[in-house]
């Protein structure tokens, strides 16, 4: 079974600098989606960014931006200028698509605070 | 706006009594997933549908069960609550079975008292 680890409970980062969110999985799947959602105080969970496990770019998307490293099971997240709507909690996941089953598998969530 | 609709948006109710969710998904998707977050579980996978079958199984207890319907709406239904099953369920759904990727409705907030 593949599991997903965000150690941090919480972060905190000042408006306009650069925060990285970390996350490691284990699974013996070699084809593999990461993701991490965000979740703000709405409770709306909605898709920041996801990885193909065998895409060796790293994935960014404006100001998010991955470190994926496959031979550490790492996939970390960083956030450039952050912005206070960036405030919310952010959720690691993985999928594998191989068989019937396509879930998501999460880790248990950073809360991130940006302050002005 | 994920296009993925849950209704209600509460529901408070109490021990032993049985609910219904329902979630539309987006036009043209075939996927339904439902997905439980509490407190002390986190995100955890319950169900997944697609195009009317059950496909896939997570941590679902036997107190609930899913259905998609042919008009590919999904309703889980939820009984002999505990107050332990207080918590967020969200629908999401995705074009098929493989890789794509799963969009979120709102959520039903589930108060058990």
């Known amino acids: 079974a593949q599991t997903v680890t965000q150690s941090q409970p919480e972060m905190s980062v000042q408006e306009a600098e650069t925060v990285t969110l970390s996350c490691t999985y284990d699974t013996s799947e070699s084809n593999y989606y990461l993701f991490w959602y965000k979740q703000p105080p709405s409770r709306q969970m909605i898709l920041v960014i996801r990885?193909?496990?065998?895409?060796?770019q790293n994935a960014t998307e404006n100001r998010f931006s991955v470190n994926f490293q496959k031979a550490a099971k790492s996939f970390s997240l960083k956030i450039s200028d952050s912005q206070l709507g960036d405030t919310a909690m952010y959720f690691c996941?993985?999928?594998?698509?191989?068989?019937?089953?396509?879930?998501?598998?999460f880790g248990k969530g950073i809360t991130l605070s940006v302050r002005p | 706006d994920s296009g993925v609709t849950q209704t209600p948006k509460h529901l408070i109710t109490a021990t032993g009594q049985r609910v219904t969710l329902r979630c539309s998904p987006r036009?043209?998707?075939?996927?339904v997933y439902w997905y439980q977050q509490s407190l002390d579980q986190g995100l955890q996978f319950l169900i997944q549908?697609?195009?009317?079958?059950?496909?896939a199984k997570g941590n679902i207890l036997e107190r609930f069960s899913a259905q998609q319907f042919p008009d590919l709406h999904s309703e889980l239904n939820l009984s002999s609550l505990e107050l332990g099953d207080s918590a967020l369920y969200f629908c999401?759904?995705?074009?098929?079975?493989?890789?794509?990727?799963?969009?979120f409705g709102p959520g039903t907030r589930l108060t058990v008292l």
């Open positions: 990885q193909e496990a065998y895409k060796q």
């Open positions: 999401a759904s995705s074009k098929n079975r493989g890789y794509n990727e799963q969009f």
């Open positions: 549908y697609y195009n009317g079958e059950e496909r």
């Open positions: 996941a993985f999928m594998s698509p191989t068989g019937a089953n396509s879930k998501l598998t």
């Open positions: 036009s043209g998707d075939l996927s």
